[in-house]
Nanobody, 121 residues
Framework: QVQLVESGGGLVQAGGSLRLSCAAS????????MGWFRQAPGKEREFVSF???????SVADSVKGRFTISRDNRKNTVYLQMNSLRPEDTAVYFC???????????????WGQGTQVTVSS
């Protein structure tokens, strides 16, 4: 069982930056693929980025070059550095853990409660 707690969301102006954190419980954090997804109002949840246990990453085209995912296995934490934020990045951001490096949210077994990110124009 893995519990995930996100933090770091908030209100920021367009062009600004935020860093999201996701702290995980459990002794096997390093073996999981960690992903970030987001859900904007009235829209379906969408993939943002994932990072495998070996550091291999994948990033959605919509955030490529602006968002960077990283992990610290000693701290059982995954991060999402978000730069050059745009109003369309406004969403609830969710952290997830799974065993497969995939953009498919159905393949993730554990989810956090989400953290709100609001980007004003």
């Amino acid at each position: 069982q893995v519990q995930l707690v996100e933090s770091g969301g908030g209100l920021v102006q367009a062009g600004g930056s935020l860093r999201l954190s996701c702290a995980a419980s459990g002794r096997t954090f390093s073996s999981y693929v960690m992903g970030w997804f987001r859900q904007a109002p009235g829209k379906e949840r969408e993939f943002v980025s994932f990072i495998r246990w070996d550091g291999i990453t994948s990033v959605a085209d919509s955030v490529k070059g602006r968002f960077t995912i990283s992990r610290d296995n000693r701290k059982n934490t995954v991060y999402l550095q978000m730069n050059s934020l745009r109003p369309e990045d406004t969403a609830v951001y969710f952290c997830a853990a799974g065993e497969s490096g995939t953009r498919n949210e159905a393949r993730y077994d554990y989810w956090g409660q989400g953290t709100q990110v609001t980007v004003s124009s």
